[in-house]
């Protein structure tokens, strides 16, 4: 297994941006599949973005060309940078793995005010 930490969250206006970063506390050069999630108050949680080892990247409807998801393996960190930022992303984002086994970290929250 392995222990992720993100950072980077923090409070801004709409229309601004801000990139999340997830350390993982050992290599992440064998982990296939790496990806951010979300959840706000009162909602169910939600991906937001995923991507392989390879570089291959999935994005949910609601972010797609406006977030960027990456990996640095030789960090062994992931990123998500994200832009023109809505009232409606606010939430706490967690970094998770998902293949070859699940691990969550603690999650950073992100509030954008109108």
């Known amino acids: 297994q392995v222990q992720l930490v993100e950072s980077g969250g923090g409070l801004v206006q709409a229309g601004g941006s801000l990139r999340l970063s997830c350390a993982a506390s050992?290599?992440?050069?064998?982990?296939?599949?790496m990806a951010w999630y979300r959840q706000a108050p009162g909602k169910q949680r939600e991906l937001v973005a995923r991507?392989?080892?390879?570089?291959?990247?999935y994005y949910a409807d609601s972010v797609k060309g406006r977030f960027t998801i990456s990996r640095d393996n030789a960090k062994n960190t992931m990123y998500l940078q994200m832009n023109s930022l809505k009232p409606e992303d606010t939430a706490v984002y967690s970094c998770?793995?998902?293949?070859?086994?699940?691990?969550w970290g603690q999650g950073t929250q992100v509030t954008v005010s109108a």
């Open positions: 991507i392989t080892t390879g570089g291959t990247t």
């Open positions: 998770a793995t998902e293949a070859p086994y699940v691990s």
């Open positions: 050992r290599s992440i050069f064998s982990i296939n599949i």
